[in-house]
């Protein structure tokens, strides 16, 4: 049932949307017809915007509806592989423009949180922000234990309940599209919004983010390319995280990077080592990616080091994806989509009786033309998503942690490129490719899993007497018990014969019996009854024991 307070939101978001005119999504079709009419009949809004394209309008209608169809619009301008360019273009334009709430407001949130007054461990507390995003407003203090300059970052209040009001209503409309439109169905409407949810309810956790970010930075521990600052937990709960302050450049501020002095191809370079050796080395990455959570630090320009801040949104890989990614870019790197189809088919990840020939001449379809420009101008971006595609039209599931890491691949080479227009990725990434491969298979390999297996083993090898004798003397018992249920069986089988045989004898003696007494005969009937009772007595005894 949907309640008044839904009813009159979800009447806000059809009034935004047909003020953008997006009915014009609804494609000419019998089954739009009735929409179409009740948006005549009962909406007489008019498109306030013609002269804007369909990607714009819808754009603007997101950032009208505010934070959460903002975020919505961030997440579908990634997934490429759903929306023509024209639109996620449009969507990659948005931008959280969100009023800062009050900072008293903020700190009694903060206090809440923390169990105190902030002066209790704060000293200086900014009461205005910092900064201000969707999910959270950002306020500097320092801390009185030892200290540090840091920045307080709370989850703006009361945002949950607006957060799962909205999702609601996602699902309610995700649900009427897939029925409505079956052409829809393909964008998976209903799959497309729970993930947002996840992806959403995940941000809202800021211990989440403060354990992403511990793993990162130990993982970049004494690292010259990379710095994450350091969390406070003692500090932090799910509402509040408490973190070192940076001080940086906006990777977006081109400008102020060459003021600066910054070397821009070490750069750039530095980006797609730092991603790839988050995937291959720590199969952990980064993959909330965009110019607010990205800074390079004002020191040493000439070795720049990047900060990564707010890793609220991570991605994983497992042996497997990693195998598959490093396999699959090698195998395109050397046009080989022949090894590329059959890959697919022996990880499982398209069906086994996949035609190879019908597969191999697809992904040349797409990819060729691809590989026709210089190497350095070729984004291993949309390398991957063209191989998705292809690969979702021979019935392959594609995985989401794939997808996230496509998403920032195609990121970061955007970043490098425009960084450093020349960058060339085969170049910086190929080392990574082929050291995972050789260490993965090849004698390095060999080396490698014995090491690991090493201590193991060493710690068995003193119990392996013992467990060699339990196991041969289980063995032998085993085999007694095996003999003797052979025995019980054969013999089992030799009374369901014998009665077989006693019950067929008695039923033939019985119809005999009753044939010779319809005859009128007199003696001989009742022996044979007799006898052929007396063989069915034989036969049940023999089919109980
Ligand atoms: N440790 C920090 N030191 C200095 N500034 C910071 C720090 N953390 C966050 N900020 C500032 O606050 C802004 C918002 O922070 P953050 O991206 O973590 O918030 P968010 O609510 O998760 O935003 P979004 O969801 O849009 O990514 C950053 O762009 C940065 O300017």
């Known amino acids: 049932m949907i309640t008044p307070s839904e009813f009159k939101r979800l009447y806000k978001i059809i009034e935004v ?7 014009d999504f609804l494609p000419e079709d019998p089954r739009t017809k009735m929409p179409k009419m009740a948006r005549k009949s009962l909406f007489w ?3 306030q915007h013609p002269d804007k394209s369909l990607g714009e309008r819808l754009r603007l209608a997101l950032q009208e509806l505010g934070p959460v169809w903002i975020k919505f619009g961030q997440m579908m301008s990634t997934r490429r592989d759903l929306f023509p360019p024209h639109i996620a273009d449009q969507l990659a334009l948005l931008q959280d ?3 800062p709430f009050d900072g008293n407001l903020a700190k009694e949130h903060m206090e809440l949180s923390l169990g105190g007054p902030i002066e209790t461990w704060f000293d200086d507390f900014d009461e205005t922000p910092l900064a201000s995003a969707s999910i959270a407003q950002v306020h500097t203090a320092t801390l009185k234990e030892n200290g540090r300059e840091v920045v307080l970052k709370v989850i703006r209040p009361d945002i949950l309940p607006v957060i799962q009001a909205d999702i609601k209503l996602m699902y309610r409309m995700a649900h009427i599209v897939a029925r409505l439109l079956p052409e829809a169905r393909l964008l998976r409407p209903v799959e497309v919004v729970r993930e947002y949810e996840k992806t959403l309810l995940d941000e809202l956790n800021m211990m989440r983010e403060a354990a992403n970010s511990i793993q990162l930075r130990r993982n970049f521990e004494d690292s010259d390319t990379l710095y994450v600052p350091e969390m406070f937990t003692d500090y932090s709960s799910t509402n509040l995280l408490v973190m070192e302050r940076i001080y940086g450049i906006q990777v977006s501020d081109i400008d102020a990077l060459i003021a600066n002095g910054t070397n821009m191809k070490l750069l750039s370079e530095n980006a797609v080592n730092i991603f790839f050796t988050q995937v291959f080395r720590d199969s952990f990455f980064h993959a909330d990616m965009h110019p607010g959570n990205i800074f390079v630090s004002y020191e040493n320009p000439e070795t720049p080091q990047w900060i990564a801040l707010d890793c609220g949104i991570v991605g994983t890989l497992n042996r497997d994806d990693k195998r598959y990614l490093a396999e699959n870019l090698l195998a395109f790197f050397h046009r080989d989509y022949r090894k590329v189809a059959e890959l697919h088919v022996d990880s499982g990840w398209v069906p086994q009786d996949t035609n190879i020939d019908e597969f191999e001449f697809a992904i040349r379809t797409v990819c060729e033309p691809i590989f026709e420009k210089p190497l350095c101008d070729i984004s291993f971006g949309h390398v991957l998503l063209n191989l998705f595609n292809t690969a979702r039209r021979f019935d392959m599931e594609v995985q989401p942690q794939l997808m996230l890491l496509q998403k920032t691949l195609l990121y970061v080479e955007g970043l490098g490129r425009q960084l450093y227009p020349q960058l060339d990725l085969w170049i910086t990434a190929k080392p990574f490719l082929e050291d995972w491969m050789s260490r993965q298979v090849g004698p390095q390999a060999i080396v490698e899993a014995v090491k690991s297996k090493a201590p193991f083993w060493a710690e068995k090898l003193p119990e392996l007497p013992e467990l060699l004798y339990d196991s041969l003397r289980q063995g032998k018992v085993m085999n007694q018990r095996i003999d003797k249920l052979y025995d ?14 006693y019950f067929g004898i008695g039923a033939t003696l019985v119809v005999c019996s009753a044939i010779l007494f319809s005859n009128h005969v007199e003696t001989i009937p009742v022996a044979s009854a007799a006898m052929g009772v007396t063989f069915w007595l034989l036969g049940w005894r023999a089919c109980r024991k």
């Open 17 to 23: 949307q047909l003020r953008y005119g997006l009915d």
């Open 45 to 47: 809004i008019k498109n």
């Open 97 to 99: 423009q969100v009023e």
């Open 488 to 501: 019980n069986f054969m013999e089992s089988r030799r009374s369901q014969g014998l009665a077989r045989f």
